[in-house]
């Protein structure tokens, strides 16, 4: 049909209509007409029918009568009129705002100043704070006449120092200046890595090196070229001016390279090229090939050829001699070494505004004098153009030559002193190319010095010889069109002051279309969707505000697209902007942070000349704003209109005030726009101003401004009554009016723009409709261009276009979908693009014209995925009903429809010849289709192929470029498969969650893509944010991008020539240079406000499209070159050092990649991760399970205690439960395994008497460190919170939370000596949180937490109470002035609170000053204190400083940033202080010189405080415990482990170490020699059984493992024996002990495992999962060969197998198991899995109970055969009586029951004994003697005891409740 066609495409017969648009809009009719000759209606205004699918494209219709009455005067009920808001979402990319004066910075540390030896500081000869790989050695330097680090190897990559040695750490160095003494190698490569953290902690990473070829800068990396030359310049030589080529620069370190001093100002690197502020530095790098001297820090810049006393005399500061290069005597500095200064003071920021701005004061000084603050820099902005550090030596001839300004970002220096002469113009060494040379000479020069200057370029070369060519030109994206209009609001509209262009926005970009041409510009910067635009009268400024509050403004050049200025606005969203005529006066309006309107005033006429905005006056009103405008004869005068309000404006003496006009009858109206009417010769009037403004009734108002009066009350009402069949006059009271959206006034007519969809235009007295034109939606703004003669008009359905008034025609200008893109597709013959969005449509596009051909829609079905047939004009799409239909774009033909799938369709994708088509749907279905015909039909549907859960995504299928493989997610998130796209034939299947040990969690697969066929590369994206390469025949591994974005990637392509990869990362664009292995980073680009769903190239591979919010389209600046070259797969996996190549698919039985465990070392616990590489010591290391939480400092959770145990049923009270004593009873308590981390200064420790003591749930653990013999202190009714150790250490008090048996918390006073309580006391009603003893041990003071708000203080004598208080506000921490006994101070929220003890006679009182913390400090909260040396006292902070006070002045006089979190902990001991942080890290401090500092001033500032050490532990530190010296200590985390760390020795040791969340299960292995636990966490742990001492870990993060079992012994060979464990994702691992490796991993189940077991035999594995069904595989080759459904809707519970054979029960088998499910039912089974024999001997179902006793759950059905008798079994569960029921197999009845006092939680039977143990929610445990029927009850945990196993010995037991256990020995029976 061609395109020109008014006819419309209907479908005969299927309900679906076709139609495309006439021309580019509607038109009016054939000549110029009134509205009783005829109408015209916009595209789509049809109605439409239910439920059919209707393609609405625009279309000329017969011309309509569309009458519009004029009435009189009147009032109606107001309406309501919303602005749409927009969604909040993270930015992309953060606009920088300058931050406000007072903003605080961090403060360095004193330590480092002035200088600090690197490699001495970290100890770099011993290794254990720093890390070496490859051909690192010390050799001897004959020039420096000393030892050196070689550094040598053909991969720089893998041959390296790296400091600190683990990625975790940081070295936290704060010196503005690094120095690097090195040589390279004669010959080599070099590269020099730094990790630069800044203020606002985005690390950056900064490298130089000769291997670079120019520079090159993304948001996250800068690389510099660092070039060495040697030879000598000749006068007249062309190279020396602007004849120097790249190519002589680039290439390999000279033979003779000297040994150089490379000082880089790591400051100004950052505030230059990336306009940041330098924070610290976090690790460096120095990788092959080079010698290195040493590296340094400080604060000073040094000159390196001035030491010694040659400085007196000079105003520079001289080396150090620790870090000079040694001179002999008579020799020059400059002829032996050289300096490389960079970058060079040229483009430095002034040195006064870089240290207001960037170099924070070493402490912050606290108390009378003034205090200087930090200034921002709003002047500095980065610089676009390329530098490259280029060393050479000089020449004769080079000296006594002046440089030309401005200077590089390279400075090199060649004298000792500066010379005067280089101020003065002359000719000097330049290049028009961004590098600096000097060139080496034997000839000594004696000139006063010379600096090699280059000038600054405005472009970056794109280099084109040699290697560079696979390097990506930067940008290689260039914006060229956007498909979309609106995003937050279609409001936004105006026209350009020449009536050219129209500006509008769309989401995040604002763009300028050129009407006549079609032409887009774009401004880009905003990160979240426009609210707001404003646009003066010259042209010259462009406002633009940000949706997402708080309101982020730009100011923009309009005519070069250049942002002027970037400032927040006191406004929280801003929803409308007015300039005024000049430009200098802007106002806006919207809501603040109360909801409360707001209008501000700028003052905007500087910004064009380098000012700033400026806030001239901002008012709040009560009234609703609507619209706002200046007016255009006065820049002081406004007006405004909203609900039953108009108001005129005026700005005088820097005050916004308003007066309302006097509405009369119409106050009640709704008013929506404004618009001031113009003089028709231009003239401004400002006397005879009207105002015109429209409301939501119909009513259009016209207002004499002057007199503030209105003149004329006009209302539109409709002239047709609803379903009448005349016309009809409604009277003013008869009917609504028709509501009006927008307004706009020429000299000559008005246009109003109205809800029912019609634009019309009215002369000014409104006498008739001179023209009108109706709308596919409602129109929401119009504007008149300024010429009167083109009307804008724009619609809330996302269409943009303009009304020509004399030609009477209307032009589209953009159309959009209204709700965000799902996934997009490219024809290649005709240039058409179709879209499928969230708005219900499929829509068609020109990519030429980016304009609208055919759009489908449907309000029944939302479509999901669409793809183009490769050869013929039709497309297909899937829906959210499962069907998939195909539509021709040119024939009318009957759409073929399949509904095959029964969920929603996630992927569609088309061979490239276009034989088959692949569809995939939520329920995992996957079907083929055969398309070598129209009448396409279905080949296959395979039924659990693809992942079931995966979101919809346009790369969930992806097709091979020959067409021959397809690949998918699936069947679950972890695999990939590949099959043959023709048979469907499984070819491979790779586990994404076994690839790499590195990652921090389990990954899943998001995205798969293929390279080009001659590659065979498979890209798979994973939910770990990295891109795997893999081999798609083999599935190796050949690559690895880490780290491509923070948030998971749904898209990703793949350049048809392989050399751009392009990824969709959230709201940005990711392009990746492929080619490249060691590929620098991407370049980003921004725009997208809402996450890109889908990116392709087109077809011809000169452009980009994205799909999101809108429709990006980019050009790719790159040239396509014709013989391209394919990069060759490495042999070996590049993902890590850490990572083996994996074998093939095929070797193994299940298809699944193997990955080789490594053995743990001797040096620590074996750590064994599934996706995580173990550590390689056992210290230091952190724990980063949660690493994708951010971290918060949470008081609720981490500085106070929270019981995590569950309420005890009420029963619980009635039954007398105790702990037996230590000798007879039936049960002893032998051990605890576990630390309540959940508690706070739980942990005592004193190594003078060695007492040690620690809370485990109830019980208090009193431990020997050198025997492990431990004492349990048992009494308390809730778990323990808090210790505390008088300082006699005679006496232990401990508190308990809360607990439903008591009304108050238990405080328990223990004698040391003897174990015993001595005393009871209770006060608080809500959890103790800290506990203290005075210095003389003569009173007790007890905190209560946030809730309770108690303070009480006790007598040590008899422990009577002597005072309580009830705080005001919450308080974190309490302690005793230890020089004087009647002081002690509180820390809370702000406040520290002094309380002076006052005793008169027997009654104690409380004086209470209190001190707030200066603003300065900036911490909201004080979380820990501790006195120091009299009279200090150090408070920790929420914000992670330390803050120190004179407690006799009651002043804080200094503070430090001690941490990145929280500060929970704080220890003092002589001249050290301890802290702990809620991030983990414990850090030892030098306070030594901090009581001089009281005293002397600032005058110590520079020694006052510095770091010793630092240790990262796993969680974060709620107690500790030094010696004296502060030595050695041992320290608790909130992950349950207690630490021994030594700061000597730099180590930290586990001494105690449990799991952190649930246990699971507890087996044993043969011999009882070991015992294995598993947890939640995601660990499977084997501990010794005789110490209870951890001896093996596994561990899977992100997963949880839910049941465990040990193979019985085979053939008495010990190295057989293995664990099988079950995970939550389904999935069964195999771990051999012996090896300490995973030795298989199987996926039997699509959910979670609940039950696991090894047959007698240990060849076979049982295993239930949640749903009920039983698999049974071989643990050797992970087949499973038989799924038993029988339970099939109820979880299993348990899988129990015993040996027996089986004849007496009328069956055959060797084996008899059962299985019981949570439904109360249990099934009794013979099996001889050799033979794979497996009969059902019984099944057994029990009642259950109409209500049942639960705290809210169902007690678990458990069962258990009998050891002492094998014809019994027993069972438990919820039923009619909470018994333990005992069941005959042969006898086939119940042959006994035993009473319960609750429903069981657990069951274990005892092998060797007639002993039942049963486990409560009630915290109890329970005994049974079935010989005797008697029973004893035992407590112990704060939890429900939901675990108790009997060793295969019968002599201990163990007992779980939550994340504790209780190891109990059975004496005797």
């Known amino acids: 049909m061609a395109r020109g066609s008014a006819r419309r495409a209907g479908v005969p017969g299927s309900g679906i209509q076709g139609r495309r648009p006439e021309r580019s809009g509607p038109r009016l009719g054939p000549e110029a007409r009134a509205p009783a000759q005829a109408g015209s209606r916009l595209p789509g205004s049809h109605p439409r029918a239910s439920g059919a699918w209707l393609p609405s494209g625009a279309r000329a219709r017969p011309a309509s009568l569309a009458g519009v009455g004029v009435a009189g005067e009147g009032v109606e009920s107001p309406g309501s009129c919303l602005l749409p808001e927009a969604r909040p979402s993270p930015a992309v990319a953060p606009a920088r705002v300058a931050e406000s004066p007072d903003a605080r910075r961090p403060l360095p540390t004193a330590w480092q100043h002035p200088f600090l030896n690197v490699f001495r500081h970290f100890r770099v000869d011993e290794w254990k704070r720093s890390a070496k790989q490859g051909d690192v050695a010390v050799v001897t330097d004959k020039t420096l006449k000393g030892a050196v680090y070689r550094i040598r190897g053909s991969v720089s990559a893998a041959n390296y120092i790296q400091l600190p040695g683990s990625s975790t750490q940081s070295l936290g160095l704060t010196g503005r200046y690094l120095y690097v003494l090195f040589r390279p190698l004669p010959g080599k490569h070099f590269v020099i890595h730094l990790d630069v953290s800044t203020k606002d902690n985005q690390v950056i990473r900064v490298s130089f090196s000769n291997l670079f070829k120019e520079f090159k800068s993304t948001a996250t990396w800068l690389q510099f070229p660092l070039v060495l030359e040697t030879r000598t310049p000749q006068r007249g030589d062309t190279k020396m001016g602007c004849g120097w080529s790249r190519t002589d620069l680039v290439g390999l370190a000279p033979s003779r390279a000297r040994w150089t001093c490379l000082q880089l100002d790591l400051q100004d690197i950052l505030l230059v090229y990336l306009n940041r502020c330098y924070g610290h530095l976090k690790s460096i790098r120095l990788c092959a090939s080079l010698l290195v001297r040493n590296l340094y820090t400080s604060d000073l810049c040094f000159e390196p050829a001035i030491s010694g006393a040659q400085w007196a005399k000079l105003p520079v500061t001289p080396m150090p001699r620790e870090m000079a290069f040694p001179v002999?005597?008579?020799?020059?500095?400059?002829?032996?070494?050289?300096?490389?200064?960079?970058?060079?003071?040229?483009?430095?920021?002034?040195?006064?505004?870089?240290?207001?701005?960037?170099?924070?004061?070493?402490?912050?000084?606290?108390?009378?004098?003034?205090?200087?603050?930090?200034?921002?820099?709003?002047?500095?902005?980065?610089?676009?153009?390329?530098?490259?550090?280029?060393?050479?030596?000089?020449?004769?001839?080079?000296?006594?030559?002046?440089?030309?300004?401005?200077?590089?970002?390279?400075?090199?220096?060649?004298?000792?002193?500066?010379?005067?002469?280089?101020?003065?113009?002359?000719?000097?060494?330049?290049s028009l190319e961004p590098w600096a040379h000097v060139e080496a000479s034997d000839v000594h020069t004696a000139a006063a010095g010379t600096h090699v200057l280059t000038h600054e370029s405005a472009e970056v070369p794109v280099v084109r010889t040699g290697s560079c060519e696979g390097f990506l030109p930067d940008p290689v994206l260039r914006l060229k069109g956007v498909i979309g209009f609106g995003g937050h609001s279609t409001r936004q509209a105006l026209w350009t002051p020449d009536g050219a262009a129209v500006v509008y926005p769309c989401h995040a970009v604002i763009v300028v279309l050129l009407v006549d041409t079609g032409e887009q510009r774009f401004f880009l910067g905003h990160t979240d969707k426009v609210s707001a635009l404003a646009l003066d009268g010259s042209s010259s400024l462009l406002a633009s505000a940000q949706a997402r509050a708080p309101s982020v403004m730009r100011l923009w050049d309009f005519q070069t697209g250049q942002c002027l200025c970037l400032f927040r606005s006191p406004v929280h969203v801003v929803c409308s902007l007015s300039f005024s005529d000049s430009g200098a006066l802007l106002c806006g309006v919207g809501k603040d942070h109360h909801g409360r309107t707001m209008v501000v005033a700028w003052g905007t006429g500087q910004v064009g000349l380098g000012g700033e905005v400026v806030v001239l006056a901002k008012a709040h009103t009560d009234f609703d704003v609507q619209a706002f405008r200046v007016t255009f004869f006065d820049e002081t005068r406004m007006a405004s209109c909203g609900q039953g309000s108009v108001r005129l404006w005026r700005l005088r003496g820097g005050a916004l005030r308003s007066c309302p006009v006097d509405l009369g009858e119409h106050h009640t109206l709704q008013f929506t726009d404004l618009a001031f009417k113009q003089a028709q010769d231009g003239r401004l009037e400002p006397l005879a101003a009207m105002l015109f403004v429209c409301s939501r009734s119909g009513h259009i108002l016209e207002i004499d401004c002057q007199r503030m009066v209105v003149r004329h009350a006009r209302r539109l009402l409709p002239t047709r009554t609803p379903g009448g069949r005349h016309p009809q006059k409604q009277t003013f009271s008869s009917g609504p009016g028709i509501a009006i959206s927008s307004l706009s006034i020429s000299p000559a007519m008005c246009a109003v723009g109205s809800e029912d969809g019609f634009l019309r235009l009215w002369p000014l007295d409104f006498s008739s409709v001179l023209l009108e034109a109706e709308h596919e939606g409602p129109v929401s703004s119009v504007c008149v261009s300024p010429d009167g003669l083109r009307v804008l008009s724009a619609t809330s359905s996302g269409h943009l276009g303009f009304l020509d008034t004399l030609s009477r025609v209307y032009h589209m200008l953009a159309r959009s979908h209204t709700a965000p893109v799902l996934a997009l597709a490219m024809e290649q013959r005709r240039g058409q693009l179709a879209t499928v969005s969230q708005d219900r449509t499929v829509r068609i596009w020109d990519l030429a014209t980016l304009q609208q051909l055919y759009d489908f829609t449907s309000s029944e079905e939302a479509p999901c995925a669409v793809t183009f047939h490769p050869t013929r004009p039709t497309f297909f799409c899937g829906f959210s009903s499962g069907a998939v239909r195909s539509f021709s774009l040119e024939a009318a033909e009957v759409p073929v429809e399949h509904t095959c799938h029964r969920g929603a369709i996630t992927g569609l994708t088309a061979t490239p010849d276009g034989r088959l088509l692949f569809s995939s749907c939520s329920e995992g279905s996957l079907a083929q289709y055969s398309c070598a015909d129209p009448h396409w039909h279905v080949l296959r549907v395979a039924a659990d192929m693809v992942c079931p859960d995966a979101p919809a995504s346009p790369s969930a299928l992806a097709v091979s470029r020959d067409g021959h493989l397809l690949a998918f997610v699936g069947p679950s998130r972890c695999t990939v498969t590949v099959t043959d796209s023709a048979s469907l034939d499984e070819l491979l299947r790779v586990d994404i969650g076994t690839l790499d040990l590195a990652s921090s969690r389990l990954d899943s697969a998001m995205a798969v893509c293929f390279g080009p066929a001659a590659l065979g590369h498979l890209l798979v994206s994973t939910s770990s944010n990295r891109v795997v390469v893999l081999d798609a025949v083999s599935g190796r591994i050949i690559r690895e991008l880490p780290g491509v974005h923070p948030e998971p990637c749904p898209s990703l392509t793949l350049s048809e020539d392989a050399r751009f990869l392009l990824i969709a990362a959230g709201r940005t664009i990711k392009v990746w240079d492929y080619t490249t292995q060691a590929s620098p980073g991407p370049q980003v680009y921004i725009g997208h406000s809402e996450p890109v769903q889908a990116v392709a190239f087109s077809p011809d591979q000169q452009q980009v499209l994205s799909a999101g919010d809108a429709v990006f389209l980019w050009d790719v600046l790159a040239t396509t070159e014709s013989n391209q070259s394919f990069p060759v797969a490495p042999q070996a996996c590049e993902a890590g050092s850490g990572i083996g190549p994996l074998e093939d698919a095929s070797s193994r039985a299940s298809e699944l990649p193997q990955q080789q465990v490594p053995k743990p070392s001797q040096a620590s616990l074996p750590r064994l991760g599934i996706c995580a590489r173990p550590p390689e010591g056992g210290d230091g290391v952190r724990d980063t399970r949660n690493s994708g939480a951010p971290r918060t400092t949470c008081l609720a959770s981490y500085k106070a205690f929270t019981p995590a145990r569950v309420s005890c049923s009420p029963h619980s009270a009635k039954v007398g439960t105790c702990l037996p004593p230590a000798s007879g009873g039936w049960l002893r308590l032998k051990a605890v395994v576990g630390y309540s981390g959940n508690g706070r200064a739980n942990m005592v420790w004193r190594p003078d008497t060695g007492f040690f003591a620690y809370t485990c749930g109830r019980l208090v653990v009193v431990e020997d460190l050198h025997s492990g013999a431990q004492q349990h202190w048992s009494g308390h009714s809730a778990e323990v919170s808090t210790l505390a150790l008088s300082h006699s250490a005679q006496v232990l008090a401990s508190a308990s939370g809360c607990s439903s048996t008591t009304a108050h918390c238990q405080i328990r006073i223990w004698d040391v000596s003897g174990g015993l309580c001595q005393h009871l006391i209770s006060h608080h009603s809500t959890t103790v949180l800290a506990l203290a003893f005075s210095p003389d041990d003569r009173l007790l003071v007890t905190l209560g937490d946030h809730d309770g708000r108690t303070l009480a203080l006790w007598g040590t004598t008899t422990y009577d109470l002597v005072s309580s208080t009830r705080l005001p506000e919450p308080v974190h921490g309490v302690a005793f002035n230890p020089w004087d006994a009647g002081e002690l101070t509180c820390v809370g929220q702000g406040t520290v609170t002094f309380r002076l003890l006052q005793q008169r006679g027997a009654d104690i009182s409380l004086q209470v000053r209190r001190e707030p913390v200066p603003e300065a400090v900036g911490a909201g909260e004080l979380t820990s204190l501790c006195y120091g040396a009299p009279p200090l006292l150090y408070c920790g902070t929420s914000s992670g400083q330390v803050c120190v006070w004179d407690t006799r002045a009651g002043r804080c006089f200094l503070s430090w940033e001690a941490d990145d979190g929280g500060i929970g902990l704080l220890l003092f001991s002589g001249s050290r202080l301890v802290s702990g942080s809620s991030v983990g890290q414990l850090r030892l401090w030098a306070v030594g010189a901090v009581s001089e500092l009281r005293c002397k001033g600032s005058g110590a500032r520079s020694s006052s405080v510095f770091m010793e050490h630092e240790l990262v532990l796993d969680g974060a530190v709620v107690s500790a415990s030094f010696d004296d010296s502060v030595?050695?200590?041992?320290?608790?985390?909130?992950?349950?482990?207690?630490?021994?760390?030594?700061?000597?020795?730099?180590?930290?040791?586990?001494?105690?170490?449990?799991?952190?969340?649930?246990?699971?299960?507890?087996?044993?292995?043969?011999?009882?020699?070991?015992?294995?636990?598993?947890?939640?966490?995601?660990?499977?742990?084997?501990?010794?059984?005789?110490?209870?001492?951890?001896?093996?870990?596994?561990?899977?993060?992100?997963?949880?493992?839910?049941?465990?079992?040990?193979?019985?012994?085979?053939?008495?060979?010990?190295?057989?024996?293995?664990?099988?464990?079950?995970?939550?994702?389904?999935?069964?691992?195999?771990?051999?002990?012996?090896?300490?490796?995973?030795?298989?991993?199987?996926?039997?189940?699509?959910?979670?495992?609940?039950?696991?077991?090894?047959?007698?035999?240990?060849?076979?594995?049982?295993?239930?999962?949640?749903?009920?069904?039983?698999?049974?595989?071989?643990?050797?080759?992970?087949t499973t060969f038989r799924v038993l459904s029988d339970h099939q809707g109820a979880p299993i519970s348990t899988i129990c197998v015993t040996c027996k054979e089986c004849e007496d029960l009328g069956v055959e088998g060797t084996d008899l198991w059962l299985a019981a499910s949570g439904d109360q039912r249990v099934s009794v089974w013979a099996s001889d899995w050799l033979r794979n024999r497996c009969d059902l001997v019984d099944w057994l179902s029990f009642p259950m109970p109409a209500t049942t006793e639960t705290q809210g759950h169902l007690p678990p059905s458990l069962a258990a055969f009998c050891p002492w008798d094998g014809a019994l079994l027993m069972y438990v569960g919820p039923g009619v009586y909470k018994e333990v029921i005992i069941y005959n197999l042969c006898q086939k009845q119940v042959v006994e029951k035993i009473p319960l006092p609750f429903f069981a939680m657990s069951l274990s039977l005892s092998p060797g004994s007639y002993l039942l143990a049963v486990g409560f929610a009630e915290c109890m445990l329970r005994l049974v003697d079935c010989a005797t029927g008697t029973a004893q009850d035992f407590a112990g945990h704060d939890n429900a005891v939901h675990l108790c196993r009997f060793t295969p010995s019968a002599r201990l037991l163990f007992t779980a409740a939550r994340n504790e256990i209780l190891v109990w020995e059975v004496p005797g029976r």
């Open 1527 to 1678: 030595d050695m200590g041992v320290v608790g985390t909130t992950a349950g482990t207690l630490w021994f760390v030594s700061w000597a020795e730099g180590t930290s040791t586990r001494l105690i170490s449990g799991h952190r969340s649930k246990v699971n299960e507890v087996v044993f292995g043969p011999g009882e020699a070991h015992c294995a636990t598993c947890s939640e966490d995601g660990s499977v742990r084997v501990w010794a059984l005789a110490s209870m001492e951890l001896v093996i870990q596994f561990q899977v993060l992100n997963q949880s493992c839910l049941c465990l079992a040990w193979s019985p012994p085979c053939c008495g060979r010990p190295e057989q024996q293995r664990l099988a464990a079950g995970y939550g994702d389904g999935s069964l691992r195999i771990f051999s002990v012996s090896r300490t490796a995973m030795e298989l991993k199987m996926h039997p189940h699509p959910v979670a495992l609940t039950a696991v077991a090894f047959s007698t035999d240990g060849q076979t594995v049982l295993s239930g999962d949640k749903d009920g069904l039983v698999a049974v595989s071989h643990p050797r080759t992970g």
């Open 328 to 430: 002999p005597k008579g020799e020059s500095w400059h002829d032996r070494y050289i300096h490389v200064r960079f970058p060079s003071d040229s483009l430095k920021v002034p040195s006064k505004l870089i240290e207001k701005s960037c170099s924070p004061p070493e402490a912050v000084l606290l108390g009378p004098g003034p205090q200087p603050l930090p200034c921002p820099v709003a002047s500095s902005k980065p610089v676009r153009f390329s530098v490259s550090p280029v060393v050479q030596t000089p020449s004769p001839t080079a000296s006594g030559r002046a440089p030309l300004a401005p200077r590089p970002f390279l400075e090199v220096s060649l004298s000792q002193e500066r010379s005067d002469a280089s101020n003065v113009d002359g000719p000097g060494f330049h």
